[in-house]
C-alpha cells in the first residue's frame, strides 16, 4: 500500500510519542573531553534507544584532550573538564557552584550519567537532585573527598577490570549510601561496543526500572 500524506503524518507523530515516552537522562562528559564523546559513548553501550539524552559541557576548557587516547583520534575540540586541571586547588565552593549547574541542568530528567571525572560530578548532582544516578569508569574520588560527605544516593557503578581507575572507583562506593550495585566489563577505562556491555546496561536499567 502506498503511504498517504495523512499515514506519514500519523507515522511522525507516533514517533513523537513514543521519543517524548522514553525515560530522560542528562549526561555529563569525562576529564578534558566533551558532549560529542558522550554521545558516541552512549551509543557504543545502546542507552541512546534507551532515552532522550541531554548533553552538558563542563565550565572549564583544558588544553588537554581524549584525542591523544587509542581509537580517539578524531575527535574534535574544545575539550573540557569539571573542574580545574589542579584539581587539588579546587574549594568546596568551586565544586558546589559545578554542581548547582547540574542540578539545575537535571530539572526533569529521570537519570543522570556519568563517566570517569563527570561520575563525580554526577553523583553530587544526583544526591541533591534525588536523580538515581549511573556511573561508567568513575574517578574522582577526591572530589568527593573535598565535599567531606557521605551520599545519599541511588547508584550503580560500571567499571572496568583492567582501568587504571578502577582502585578509585571502589573507593568511590564507599563514600556512598546505600551501596551502589557494581558492575565489571572487560575493558579499560573506556567505553566500547560489546555485546557483554549492553548485558550490564541491561541490569542497570533493570535496576533504576527504566
Request: charged content about 20%.
Amino acid at each position: 500500500m502506498v503511504p498517504t500524506m495523512g499515514t506519514l503524518m500519523e507515522s511522525k507523530d507516533t514517533s513523537r510519542r513514543n521519543a517524548s515516552s522514553k525515560p530522560r537522562l542528562l549526561c555529563l562528559h569525562g576529564k578534558s573531553s566533551n558532549s560529542a564523546v558522550s554521545e558516541m559513548q552512549l551509543k557504543n553501550l545502546g542507552l541512546d534507544s534507551i532515552f532522550n539524552a541531554k548533553y552538558l559541557d563542563g565550565p572549564s576548557e583544558t588544553s588537554h584532550s581524549v584525542s591523544s587516547m587509542p581509537n580517539m583520534e578524531f575527535m574534535r575540540g574544545p575539550y573540557f573538564s569539571w573542574v580545574n586541571e589542579d584539581v587539588e586547588s579546587q574549594t568546596r565552593q568551586d565544586i558546589e557552584t559545578v554542581v548547582k549547574r547540574v542540578v539545575d541542568e537535571a530539572e526533569g530528567c529521570d537519570l543522570l550519567f556519568g563517566f570517569s571525572q563527570g561520575a563525580a560530578i554526577a553523583l553530587l548532582a544526583a544526591s541533591k537532585a534525588n536523580v538515581p544516578c549511573l556511573c561508567v569508569c568513575p574517578a574522582g574520588d577526591l572530589i568527593l573527598r573535598t565535599m567531606a560527605t557521605r551520599l545519599q544516593v541511588n547508584a550503580c557503578f560500571l567499571m572496568g577490570i583492567s582501568d587504571d581507575f578502577k582502585a578509585c572507583g571502589e573507593q568511590m562506593l564507599e563514600r556512598i549510601s546505600p551501596m551502589p550495585l557494581a558492575l565489571y566489563m572487560a575493558a579499560g577505562h573506556e567505553v566500547i561496543m560489546q555485546n557483554h556491555v549492553n548485558f550490564f546496561i541491561h541490569e542497570a536499567c533493570v535496576f533504576f526500572h527504566c
